[in-house]
């Protein structure tokens, strides 16, 4: 059984940092691509940032600059390292991996505070 567990949200002032990890059990990690989304109230949930297999990554315009996506593959584990935060980034963070089938984690809630 393929599970995600993220972990480190929390509440943060503007300006602040917080990294966000999670982690991959039930499944070969290293073969497939892992993404961030987060979903705020009212809005719909959005694609944050991707990385491959390989360790290509890809933005959001929103948090270009500011955010960064890394694996470590030993560990089975994605980040998300969220620098600048803005009071706009609050929402849940989800981590997800698509192989045949697609996998969400619970979501983890990340509060910035103006």
């Known amino acids: 059984q393929v599970k995600l567990v993220e972990s480190g949200g929390g509440l943060v002032q503007a300006g602040g940092s917080l990294r966000l990890s999670c982690t991959v059990s039930g499944s070969i990690f290293s073969l497939y691509a892992m993404d961030w989304h987060r979903q705020a109230p009212g809005k719909q949930r959005e694609l944050v940032a991707a990385i491959t297999s390989l360790g290509h990554t890809n933005y959001a315009d929103s948090v270009k600059g500011r955010f960064t996506i890394s694996r470590d593959n030993p560990k089975r584990t994605v980040y998300l390292q969220m620098d600048s935060l803005k009071p706009e980034d609050t929402a849940v963070y989800y981590c997800?991996?698509?192989?045949?089938?697609?996998?969400w984690g619970q979501g983890t809630q990340v509060t910035v505070s103006s």
């Open positions: 997800r991996m698509t192989t045949s089938n697609v996998y």
